[in-house]
């Protein structure tokens, strides 16, 4: 039993640098495999909405917009990004993207949709 | 003080010591614990309703946010009551890959016991470098999974990510470096004289105690109760795998820590073990989505105890009942028996040692009212179905004809 | 008479102590960050800190006794800018001085700690309440060390002045040197006055939430952590001048500087204390400063008396 059995550890973080990520100024990559804001590809997709069946939270919706043309309407509000509808797409018309930046001060910006003409996608 | 002089101070639902609500009222003489009323219920979340709801693939990811940082233990308890209903065999690669992130997740949970202990007596200095070092480990859990915390290993039939070499090697190396620093720590913690006496002495469970409170975990391994479900009744790899099941005689805080400390030793061996062992093949098997009827229990030894599940299936696509039963549960009894005649400053530290964990614990609420303390209300299952159908009513949204459809369905059952 | 206002509101009195205090609280919030490796506050943070404080609503307690509420802060505020007045800065007088402020200036520097008991006592709230209690009783703990300890260094001075203990040592050298337990055991003490880990019983937040401070809020807590940071300086202040009495011959502009860097060093040390300790419980302080503080001040004492025979001889 001593008392200060730390103090040498500590005297030598002193004079390391800091750990902390400065995030939000300094960038932060994810890992390979993360689950972050899905990513749709509306060109793949047969409508087959097992997506839609496995999701735990109901957040994914697709519509049939014409002749095999769907869309597909993301809230990210109930996601809870377990890519569960990656796993479950028979076509991989579905991908889990890095994105993780998703907070928003308008409720109504959480509702994504993805459009049929990708080029309308935000 | 004066012989009068006993008060009651609430520590919860709201309190700097405790993580999450859970209220704790305190009736003191001086600095001096008379006795300790637990009420626990502040976190009920009908996970296990809503699990009755959902799918079993859907539950899966439902459990797993039962508890923030056991997150794992409870999906693979989950998932394995499932796959015995199903009688599915998942691949052995499956079994290992499952082993692995089980002990990453239990690393990462002791690590942060330590650092909410120091904090709890004070030390927040041990708070800083444990859960710096604790980064390691949620890399290495993020390398592996993906996420951090919820980390979506698990489905029915096996795991969902593989891993390659390179991440094993990455891994190793992180492994040398935590088990480095846990040595240190176990030095510090044996040796600091402000942290033993903070801990050594406090919160004493004897052995015999530890069987009657039904303690769990590392709470009754550090009174001495050689248990441990992962060499009980091994799951998944754990029947490969050599390791020891840490005891402690001190009965104590000290003890636990001890216990969690060298716990960390043995898992970085499991860990080591698995992945250079990992056999090849297949991860998943291709689980059926209508489990046939059936009922089984599950064990599954988490960071903080030993966790249960109980699934039932009726044949359909969704089950009949789930009961999880969090290791806190179990833990939460001895916590009165510890304080007893102990000082308010010791309760934190003996409220931290079980490592709670109030959410996963809370499966209903009981309302008592304060000027009357013995009225309480309890809501019967039919009366809490007439409550949300009037509560939804008055919003607006009329269930009346799938209310009759119930009804019935009450007369016939 | 405007001499005597700009010693009381500016220089050495509120205006620069605050100043100073609030650079020695980033100081010390700083150097605890980064010895545990982390980035700690930027250099501004105890000034918004307290700017902030002071436009937030006071919210004062229904049940609490309003007045003494209300007056507690100033009156600890003042009492030890008052203690300031007694410490010599960089020569061998202080602002003011007499024989037997040594006495004043310890006794200036318990009324804060009785003003959190009676503030804590008076808010009315179980926390508070026992904060205070807590508070009043570590009081009883640490004093008699800290006075035996600083005492036995003006023994050997043969004086109760302040001003002229800090010429005695000037003139002798490395006299001070022999006052090593002392300053150890003053400082221990110190670290109990100031509520800091390990001794930070009364404001313990995993137990009490915040001690006697629960209640407070806005400016009256404001001024209340201002003047706990001024009450550091003043207490290392006079660490400085009792145990590190040295070069207090060197002219204003080195000399401020000396004494700065004096107070720094025992702010420091305390930083360092707290990094590496744990909170003991109440007990075990009462046991730790009566059975080990204590008799080690003892022994200042009589190492200081055998001395001061010699001396004389």
Known sequence: MKPGRMIIEVMRSFFKKPVTIKYPAVAFEMPDKFRGKLKFYPEKCIGCKMCMRDCPTGAITINKIGDKQFEAEIDLGKCIYCAQCVDSCLKKALEATKDVELAQLDSRKLKVVFNASPKNTP | ?413 | MFKDLFYILVFPGFAFLSLFALAAEFYDRKLYARLQNRVGPPWFQPLADFIKLCAKEDVIPEAANQNIFKVMPVFVLASVVTASFYIPLWNNTALLSFNGDVIVVLYLLTIPTLGFFVGGWYSSSLFARLGSVRTITQLFTYEVPLFMGILASALLADTWSLSELVSFYSQHGWLWLCNFVGFAVCLLALLGKLEKTPFDIPEAETEIVAGSFTEYSGRLLAFLRLSTDIEMIVGSALLAAVFLPFSFNLGPGLGFILFISKVMFIVSLLSLARTVAARLRLDQMITFCWKILTPLALLQVFINLILKAKLIR
């Not at chain 2, 970085?268 to 073990?273: G, N, T, V």
């Not at chain 2, 105890?305 to 969090?326: T, Y």
């Not at chain 2, 308010?344 to 499966?363: G, K, Q």
Request: glycine share 6%; aromatic share 8%; hydrophobic share 40%.
């Open chain 2, 1 to 413: 003080m004066h012989d009068s002089h006993k008060f009651k101070i609430p520590i919860g639902p709201q309190h700097p010591a405790l993580k999450e609500p859970e209220s704790f009222s305190v009736a003191l003489k001086g600095e001096k614990i008379l006795g300790v009323d637990i009420r626990l219920g502040y976190n009920h979340r009908g996970i296990e309703k809503a699990c009755e709801e959902r799918t079993f693939l859907q539950d899966v990811y439902l459990v797993e946010r039962v508890c923030g940082i056991c997150s794992h233990s409870h999906s693979t308890c989950f998932v394995q009551a499932v796959e015995e209903i199903a009688g599915l065999e998942i691949p052995s690669r499956a079994k290992y890959l499952r082993t692995l992130i089980a002990e990453l997740e239990r690393v990462h949970s002791h690590l942060l016991w330590l650092g909410v202990a120091g904090h709890e007596i004070g030390f927040d200095t041990l708070l800083m470098y444990t859960w710096r070092d604790r980064e390691i480990v949620m890399d290495i859990l993020a390398q592996f999974t993906g996420n951090r915390v919820n980390y979506g290993m698990n489905t029915i039939g096996g795991v969902r990510r593989d891993i390659d070499v390179s991440q094993v090697k990455d891994a190793l190396k992180a492994v040398d470096t935590l088990q480095e620093r846990t040595k240190y720590y176990i030095e510090i913690a044996t040796s600091e004289v402000t942290i033993i006496k903070r801990l050594s002495g406090v919160g004493v469970l004897s052995y015999e105690d530890a069987l009657r409170l039904d303690a769990v975990g590392p709470t009754a391994r550090a009174s001495g109760v050689k248990r441990d479900v992962r060499k009980d009744d091994p799951y998944a790899a754990y029947a490969d795998v050599s390791f020891d099941v840490i005891t402690d005689n001190h009965s104590d805080v000290y003890g636990r820590t001890v216990v969690r400390l060298k716990e960390l030793l043995e898992s970085f061996k499991i860990i080591r073990q698995v992945l250079e062992n990992l056999p090849a093949g297949p991860i998943a098997i291709k689980a059926p989505r209508k489990i046939p009827a059936g009922e089984a229990i599950s064990r599954y030894e988490a960071p903080r105890g030993e966790d249960v599940h109980f699934v039932k299936s009726n044949g359909g696509e969704k089950p009949e009942r789930v009961k999880i039963r969090a290791p806190t549960l179990a833990n939460v009894q001895a916590v009165k028996h510890m304080l007893k005649d102990r000082f308010l400053a010791d309760m934190p530290i003996v409220i931290a040692a079980i490592d709670p964990c109030f959410s996963c614990t809370d499966r209903s609420i009981e309302i008592s009212y304060l000027d009357d303390a013995r009225k309480k209300e309890v809501l019967t299952w039919p009366e809490l179905h007439a409550y949300s159908i009037d509560w939804h009513r008055k919003r607006g949204i009329d269930f009346s004809s799938l209310n009759k459809k119930l009804k019935e369905g009450f007369k016939t059952s």
